[in-house]
């Protein structure tokens, strides 16, 4: 690791937050200024500590830990924006991948910025964008409208709603879902909407699975459909 004096971007400021990426699988792409600043903060807000515990210990760092989750967000945001305003340095964490998309941080980073309190990026490793990157569809711009809704009449309205829409989708969609997703796909965008499953991204089972939706759903259903999950849908018009 570098030597934080010679890089000051590797030592936490006080009062500032810091929103720092971490591994969405391997623990590798974690980046050098990451490891820093969490080595480093006063204070670490995490989205699950029996999550993110384990993970510094891996790192061989300890670091105070607060639980900030959707359960208690809007009370703990208030808590952690007094502790900056009283000079601490503190960074937020998901479990996966970058804190505030579909997971916790909007609310904090929102307070901080009503109350003028330095936010600090220190960006990282992202399942939407890994994924997007990888899956040849078209990059030029995109939706990403997180996890779908539970109910299947409101996923197949919302696949209606956006079926001419210009550029990709990116979803996220739960495991006990994706299946039933991805023929509500084939049925109501037809079977030759070119679309990506995408399944555990930077695990040992990584797995694209990218074509027409009817293809995709027949590889689907041969695949395990155990861990997280990442689908996009192409404009109407693409082909692979």
Known sequence: MSDPSANPSLTPQPGHLYIVATPIGNLADLTER?????????????????????????????????SYHEHNETEAADRLVEQLAAGKSIAVVSDAGT??????????????????????????PSALVAVLSSSGLPTNGFLFV???????????????????????????ESCHRIDKAVTEITATLGPSRVICVAKEVTKLYETFLVGPAVDVEARLAKTSLKGEFVLLIAPKDFVL
Do not use: H, N, Q
Request: with cysteine; proline share 9%.
């Open 146 to 172: 997180g996890f779908l809704p539970p109910k299947s009449a409101a996923r197949i309205g919302f696949f209606e709603k956006y079926r001419d829409f210009d550029y990709t989708l990116v979803l996220y």
């Open 99 to 124: 804190p505030g998309l579909s997971d916790p941080g909007f609310r904090l980073v929102r307070a901080c910025r009503r109350r003028g309190l330095p936010v600090v990026p220190v960006p990282g």
């Open 34 to 66: 990451a490891r820093a600043i969490l080595g480093a903060v006063d204070l670490i807000a995490c989205e699950d500590t029996r999550t993110t515990g384990p993970m510094l210990t891996r790192l061989g760092l300890r670091r105070e830990l607060v």
